[in-house]
């Protein structure tokens, strides 16, 4: 803020605020609030304590003891009231406080539990994907091995086939060797008949 624009008025309003803070009323404090020249804060505030001064004057000389006895006794009063509005509040506010505190129990409670069951869910998952790993493993040896017996099979099943038709050679082989060794063996017994007969 610019030295030209504090003015005692603004330094008024600065204390006030101050005072209702608790503040402590210096050159420096002020300064801190408002900026301005020392010097002329200076002024200002020995200004101000001099008229601070001059209406406590006032007021202790207008007020009578008893008027002040009484005033003082109403602000006692006040004073012990809010003392007890703030205690029954600070005794509200504990007992909220510890019923928080025991929700807050039960809920870390409630969590430590659900996250046990999700432990053992996951447990279960891990067991339950070993046992789908070890059983897809299965299937597939057994699916190979299908093949393989079925590949076997058409093996055996070709040679059979091989085997058939290799035995209907030799027979049709064999069964042409009977009719030629029968001709021959008849054309033998012709010639021995014929032989025999001329020889007669």
Do not use: P
């Not at 008025?9 to 402590?24: I, N, R, Y």
């Not at 006040?78 to 809920?107: C, F, M, N, P, Y």
């Not at 069951?117 to 998952?125: M, P, T, Y």
Request: hydrophobic letters at 35%; aromatic letters at 4%.
């Amino acid at each position: 803020m610019r030295q030209e624009l504090i003015t005692y008025d603004l330094f008024c309003q600065a204390t006030q605020k101050m005072q209702e803070q608790g503040e402590k009323i210096s050159v420096r404090t002020i300064h801190s609030h408002i900026g301005g020249s020392f010097a002329k804060l200076a002024g200002f505030l020995k200004r101000w304590r001099a008229e601070q001064a001059h209406a406590q004057s006032l007021i202790d000389h207008e007020l009578s003891t008893n008027l002040k006895q009484a005033i003082l006794a109403e602000i006692g009063k006040a004073v012990a009231e809010t003392k007890s509005k703030l205690e029954a509040q600070i005794a509200q506010d504990g007992e909220q406080l510890d019923e928080a505190h025991e929700a807050l129990a039960r809920q870390e409670k409630t969590l430590e539990e659900y996250e046990q069951q999700i432990n053992a869910l996951q447990q279960q998952v891990g067991v339950m994907q070993q046992i789908q790993s070890q059983h897809v493993a299965r299937i597939a040896l057994l699916e190979r091995k299908l093949e393989e017996s079925i590949q076997q099979h058409h093996e055996i099943d070709k040679k059979a086939v091989i085997a058939e038709t290799r035995c209907l050679e030799l027979e049709k082989q064999l069964f042409r060797q009977e009719k030629d060794t029968a001709q021959k063996n008849k054309s033998k017994d012709k010639k021995s008949a014929i032989s025999s007969a001329a020889s007669i």
